[in-house]
């Protein structure tokens, strides 16, 4: 009953819609996300140890639990976070009632078609589902109705449709490549059948298709330089959307991704690892610049996100058990640290009234609690000792070196390194110095403090330890890995 992880956030959705109530719109949203997280348990660890739920419409492996673990975590601590948040500007009177059932309900739409794209078996249905993504969160991105945020609502809308046509035209090659050997017919684009063909298929028509999906689903991922929607979008959402966009939203894409490639390698292997590298390599670059020229906190962190996303593809690109290892590893750490990370540039936000890095100073003086945090997240996020990302970046570091790309190696440290100095002076230079004057010192909620702890804790214990649990669930999808393309 794979079916009753998708009801959840069906109903949720239509409580939150339907209710007149403040206080119950975020007991509904809360609660329907933790009852998503535990229903979710089940079926992950079935994938993960057990092998993959494979029925009439649905297929959940490891590579799909992975996702979904992420999905359910991360919306659990994005409902809590939001209760905190709203009330915020619900006594600054910038929402109303309407406004909040508007955005709960839109908030587990969004994970519902999140959902969808991880655990249906057909390509194309895959597709249809990260189209719904794109659709749900347009109108969170321009929740605030304002000049701006619709601009980039209409933006993200065009730029992301657009991507995912030139999707739809890889897809229709991948099917076009199977019809040779499973002939015409529904079950030729479901991923438990192209899987057992991968290696029959035409060559010619999957290169073709591979470059249509890493441009189509690459502009949905962020990777550059298909990623100029994102910036914007990220900055103009709430900020909890923010973090569920960079934290999640990608990733359902970059799944998207995984997917082709594994066919494609064992179609033609080596031709799209070569992709992977490349855009993984450009959105490094163009990462290491922005972070190192940016003003607005929110657009920081989401060429941050460009950044993590060009390693992540750069390590499925090196490919090799450590590379594929660390690739992994680092979507998860990515997803907690930059969730961390907005949670607390919107309480900075809220306390300062602006998004302008040289206009927050003295965190430490203004919100001690929120600034230890976004301390840790900043240090997390550049990729510094002892923390999870550090562990990701020297798996996918490690690999490149066993594989003898050296020079691809010594490339990619020296671009972690300025993106490393960058994001940690402006982390510490909003940290120390004195806060504007008659701000008010502490913090402006306790409520969102706890999923910030938690998440802090997580990567914090991740990059000191592998957990036996984590381990093997990792290791289930690099053998799928090897046993797909060796």
Same mark, same amino acid.
């Given at each position: 009953?794979?079916?009753?992880?998708?009801?959840?956030?069906?109903? /949720?959705?239509?409580?939150?819609?339907?209710?007149?109530?403040?206080?119950?719109?975020?007991?509904?949203?809360?609660?329907?996300?933790?009852?998503?997280?535990?229903?979710?348990?089940?079926?992950?660890?079935?994938?993960?140890?057990?092998?993959?739920?494979?029925?009439?419409?649905?297929?959940?492996?490891?590579?799909?639990?992975?996702?979904?673990?992420?999905?359910?975590?991360?919306?659990?601590?994005?409902?809590?976070?939001?209760?905190?948040?709203?009330?915020?500007?619900?006594?600054?009177?910038?929402? /109303?009632?309407?406004?909040?059932?508007?955005?709960?309900?839109?908030?587990?739409?969004?994970?519902? /078609?999140?959902?969808?794209?991880?655990?249906?078996?057909?390509?194309?249905?895959?597709?249809?589902?990260?189209?719904? =993504?794109?659709?749900?969160?347009?109108?969170?991105?321009?929740?605030?109705? %304002?000049?701006?945020?619709?601009?980039?609502?209409?933006?993200?809308?065009?730029?992301?449709?657009?991507?995912?046509?030139?999707?739809?035209?890889?897809?229709?090659?991948?099917?076009?490549?199977?019809?040779?050997?499973?002939?015409?017919? &529904?079950?030729?684009?479901?991923?438990?059948?192209?899987?057992?063909? !991968?290696?029959?298929?035409?060559?010619?028509?999957?290169?073709?298709?591979?470059? +249509?999906?890493?441009?189509?689903?690459?502009?949905?991922?962020?990777?550059?330089?298909?990623?100029?929607?994102?910036?914007?979008?990220?900055?103009?959402?709430?900020?909890?959307?923010?973090?569920?966009?960079?934290?999640?939203?990608?990733?359902?894409?970059?799944?998207?991704?995984?997917?082709?490639?594994?066919?494609?390698?064992?179609?033609?292997?080596?031709?799209?690892?070569?992709?992977?590298?490349?855009?993984?390599?450009?959105?490094?670059?163009?990462?290491?610049?922005?972070?190192?020229?940016?003003?607005?906190?929110?657009?920081?962190?989401?060429?941050?996100?460009?950044?993590?996303?060009?390693?992540?593809?750069?390590?499925?690109?090196?490919?090799?058990?450590?590379?594929?290892?660390?690739?992994?590893?680092?979507?998860?750490?990515?997803?907690?640290?930059? =969730?961390?990370?907005?949670?607390?540039?919107?309480?900075?936000?809220?306390?300062?009234?602006?998004?302008? &890095? %040289?206009?927050? %100073?003295?965190?430490? %003086?203004?919100?001690?609690?929120?600034?230890?945090?976004?301390?840790?997240?900043?240090? !997390?996020?550049?990729?510094?000792?002892?923390?999870?990302?550090?562990?990701?970046?020297?798996?996918?570091?490690?690999?490149?070196?066993?594989?003898?790309?050296?020079?691809?190696?010594?490339?990619?440290?020296?671009?972690? =390194?300025?993106?490393?100095?960058?994001? /940690?002076?402006?982390? +510490?230079?909003?940290?120390?110095?004195?806060?504007?004057?008659?701000?008010?010192?502490?913090?402006?909620?306790?409520?969102?403090?706890?999923?910030?702890?938690?998440?802090?804790?997580?990567?914090?214990?991740?990059?000191?330890?592998?957990?036996?649990?984590?381990?093997?669930?990792?290791?289930?999808?690099?053998?799928?890995?090897?046993?797909?393309?060796?």
């Amino acid at each position: 009953m794979i079916e009753l992880l998708l009801l959840v956030p069906l109903v /949720t959705a239509l409580l939150c819609g339907l209710s007149r109530n403040e206080r119950h719109i975020y007991i509904f949203s809360v609660a329907g996300a933790i009852i998503m997280a535990l229903v979710a348990i089940p079926f992950c660890y079935e994938a993960f140890f057990e092998g993959p739920i494979d029925t009439w419409l649905w297929y959940m492996d490891s590579l799909s639990a992975l996702f979904v673990v992420i999905i359910v975590v991360i919306v659990a601590m994005v409902s809590v976070y939001s209760v905190d948040y709203q009330r915020h500007e619900r006594t600054e009177g910038e929402l /109303t009632i309407k406004d909040l059932r508007y955005y709960h309900s839109l908030l587990h739409i969004f994970t519902l /078609t999140m959902l969808l794209v991880v655990i249906v078996d057909s390509l194309g249905l895959m597709w249809i589902a990260i189209e719904a =993504t794109t659709l749900a969160s347009a109108f969170l991105v321009g929740f605030y109705k %304002k000049s701006e945020a619709m601009e980039a609502a209409w933006k993200y809308l065009i730029i992301c449709s657009v991507g995912i046509t030139l999707a739809l035209l890889g897809i229709i090659l991948i099917y076009a490549s199977s019809v040779g050997v499973l002939g015409e017919g &529904m079950d030729s684009l479901d991923w438990s059948v192209l899987s057992s063909v !991968a290696d029959q298929l035409d060559p010619a028509l999957v290169k073709v298709a591979f470059i +249509f999906i890493i441009i189509g689903l690459g502009t949905k991922a962020g990777l550059a330089p298909m990623h100029t929607w994102l910036p914007d979008a990220h900055s103009q959402a709430p900020t909890p959307i923010s973090g569920l966009l960079s934290a999640v939203l990608l990733n359902c894409a970059m799944y998207g991704i995984l997917r082709i490639h594994l066919l494609a390698e064992a179609a033609v292997p080596g031709f799209s690892s070569s992709l992977l590298v490349l855009f993984g390599l450009l959105s490094l670059i163009v990462a290491a610049i922005f972070i190192l020229t940016a003003r607005d906190l929110k657009r920081m962190l989401a060429f941050s996100s460009v950044e993590h996303m060009g390693i992540i593809a750069l390590g499925f690109g090196i490919g090799g058990p450590l590379a594929i290892l660390g690739a992994l590893f680092h979507i998860l750490a990515h997803s907690l640290t930059k =969730t961390l990370m907005f949670f607390g540039a919107g309480n900075v936000i809220q306390k300062y009234g602006t998004r302008e &890095m %040289k206009d927050i %100073k003295g965190l430490w %003086k203004a919100m001690p609690t929120t600034a230890i945090m976004i301390v840790l997240g900043g240090a !997390a996020i550049a990729g510094s000792p002892p923390f999870a990302l550090f562990v990701g970046e020297f798996l996918i570091l490690s690999g490149a070196i066993a594989s003898g790309s050296y020079l691809l190696a010594g490339v990619f440290i020296a671009l972690i =390194t300025l993106i490393f100095a960058g994001m /940690t002076y402006r982390i +510490f230079s909003m940290s120390s110095g004195t806060p504007q004057e008659g701000l008010p010192s502490g913090e402006i909620g306790k409520l969102r403090l706890v999923p910030m702890f938690l998440l802090a804790a997580a990567v914090l214990i991740l990059g000191l330890f592998f957990p036996d649990v984590i381990s093997d669930a990792l290791g289930s999808i690099v053998d799928l890995f090897e046993e797909m393309i060796g």
